[in-house]
């Protein structure tokens, strides 16, 4: 009985060590693979991390299902539409020939871009579902330019880790990953269908991020800030969604 | 039997903590009703082990999860208590069928004048946590159990007992709500049997599938996940009608417990062992 207990004391202290040992390893290699969310340390923290690193490795390179024409849904659904204001509509009224796009931080050459130079850069069309984390769901085809071309315009510093992006929407921001932001999914789209992307529907410029749900996929999209770190931006969760509430990572 | 000892002495040491975890039926003779099972109850080592540890903490850390994704999950379903078939669906869409109760967000036809407060923030995120406990222990379970026999020993009925007449019997003393006599605390009956196995190796891992095919992330990886049941709406309907078969199991589990003795039943999932004190209480 004694000599048991005593193995057992030496092996579970061995193996309380090992683990110990072996999770600060893990940490160790998970931050340096860009594998913590910026918003692990809230109370769901650990389920949060564990999904956004176990998503990370499976889906780095990974496409978001592309469908055929036939499957765009008749009835897309745009969500509630909170008031955007006297600006917004004088925009509006302007055909938004003065939405300027900005982008800044760690780049090159920060620059600002009119729509009209938005659609002068090479562009993709795509067939894919965005669904909200509700549960409802539907496909458009979307028409835009890949983040990563805008990326490479303004030439984005070897350090930046995330991609900031703001809307005309105050309160509403959010930020992804370089995996996200250098995917060739991902679109500032100006397109819906064939037509203008309508502004129910995120128009002038919406941010679409494929492989995560709906809200990420922010509307009337202002200003990048290319950054190293989300410390500085609000309360340094990564977006506005954990401050609600809401996980950073929404590709579940 | 000599194997099955063998296989038991061998696999005995890391994880049930030295105790063994054999069904007492083939290592140690049950004890006959009536009989009063000397040692048994007692902190003795040789005191036969009803559930072995491993099964005891799987089963609860399983409880707990299981409450919290259940509790979740239906919060979440509040935020849009209507269901679809096929890729997708929204509130302009005509849905499969749809739960009548009020909805967390405003947009959502429900009849009712009023919304319920948002709780979608929390939910997901404890959904997903309670998730990854979920399937950590479920395959810490499935690996250990398979490797100790505990699935073939435990769990996999004998065929004699599966003839449709064995079967018939069984079910018609399940019928009659009689409980248990004190030698069935050592073993599972056939229809335990069958439906710890069905839960196991069906619902849980449908569950599991069924969740991942909702999510963009892991379907642009795998995008087989989704395809294969037809479209991310049916994914999301089968994950509600799978839950409710995995509520159903709970029910009638817990109701089981009641019917065989609350006490002797759920004091031998937390101690391991069935007291002969506890089982008269």
């Given amino acids: 009985m004694n000599k048991l207990s005593r193995r057992k004391l030496i092996t579970g202290g061995l193996a309380t060590a090992a683990g110990a040992s072996g999770l600060a390893v893990a940490a160790k290699l998970a931050t340096r693979y860009g594998l913590i969310p910026p918003d692990s340390g809230v109370l769901y923290g650990a389920g949060e991390t564990l999904t956004y690193a176990a998503q990370r490795l499976l889906t780095r390179h990974s496409l978001a299902r592309e469908f055929a024409p036939s499957h765009i ?61 509700e549960g409802w769901s539907y496909i458009a085809e979307w028409k835009g330019v890949p983040l990563s071309h805008i990326l490479h315009a303004v030439g984005t510093l070897p350090q930046v880790r995330y991609v900031v992006y703001q809307s005309f929407q105050r309160d509403w921001w959010d930020s992804v990953d370089m995996a996200d932001a250098l995917h060739p999914q991902t679109l500032l789209t100006y397109g819906m269908n064939g037509g203008e992307l309508p502004v129910g529907f995120g128009g002038p410029l919406r941010m679409r991020v494929p492989r995560q749900l709906g809200y990420k996929s922010v509307k009337y999209i202002t200003r990048l800030t290319l950054t190293d770190s989300l410390k500085g931006f609000g309360k340094g969760l990564g977006s506005a969604a954990p401050e609600a509430g809401y996980a950073w990572y929404a590709g579940i | 039997m000599g194997i099955l000892h063998k296989v038991q002495t061998t696999g005995r040491t890391a994880v049930a903590g030295g105790e063994t975890a054999d069904s007492p039926p083939i290592s140690v003779p049950a004890p006959l009703p009536g009989h009063n099972g000397g040692e048994i109850g007692t902190n003795s080592p040789k005191a036969p082990v009803r559930h072995s540890a491993l099964v005891r903490a799987t089963h609860w850390l399983i409880t707990v999860s299981f409450l919290a994704l259940l509790v979740t999950g239906a919060e979440i379903v509040i935020s849009h208590p209507r269901f679809y078939w096929g890729e997708t669906g929204n509130v302009n869409t005509p849905p499969l069928f749809t739960l009548r109760i009020p909805a967390s967000r405003g947009t959502v036809p429900t009849g009712y004048g009023y919304v319920l407060p948002d709780q979608n923030g929390w939910s997901r995120y404890l959904h997903f946590e309670s998730a990854w406990v979920a399937v950590l222990t479920g395959l810490v379970y499935l690996t250990f159990g398979l490797l100790k026999g505990h699935f073939r020993r435990n769990l996999l009925p004998a065929s004699s007992d599966l003839s449709p007449k064995a079967l018939a019997i069984a079910f018609a003393r399940h019928l009659r709500f009689r409980r248990p006599s004190e030698e069935e605390a050592w073993s599972y009956n056939t229809i335990q049997r069958v439906t710890y196995l069905l839960v196991i190796f069906v619902l849980f891992p449908l569950v599991i599938w069924t969740g991942l095919a909702m999510s963009p992330g892991f379907t642009s990886a795998i995008p087989a996940a989704v395809k294969v049941l037809g479209g991310r709406q049916t994914a999301r309907t089968l994950h509600f009608f799978v839950s409710g078969l995995l509520v159903l199991f709970l029910l009638v589990h817990v109701f089981m417990v009641f019917l065989a003795g609350f006490r002797s039943r759920v004091g031998a999932m937390i101690t391991g062992r069935l007291t002969k004190r506890m089982e008269q209480t």
Avoid at chain 1, 113 to 126: A, H, I, N, V, Y
């Fill in chain 1, 73 to 133: 849904s008749k009835s897309p659904f745009a969500n509630a539409v909170y008031p955007l204001g006297e600006e917004f509509k004088r925009l509006e009224t302007g055909a938004f020939a003065e939405w300027r796009l900005t982008v800044d931080g760690m780049a090159a050459q920060p620059a600002s871009f009119s729509l009209t130079q938005l659609k002068g850069f090479p562009w993709r069309t795509q067939i894919t579902e965005i669904a909200c984390e």
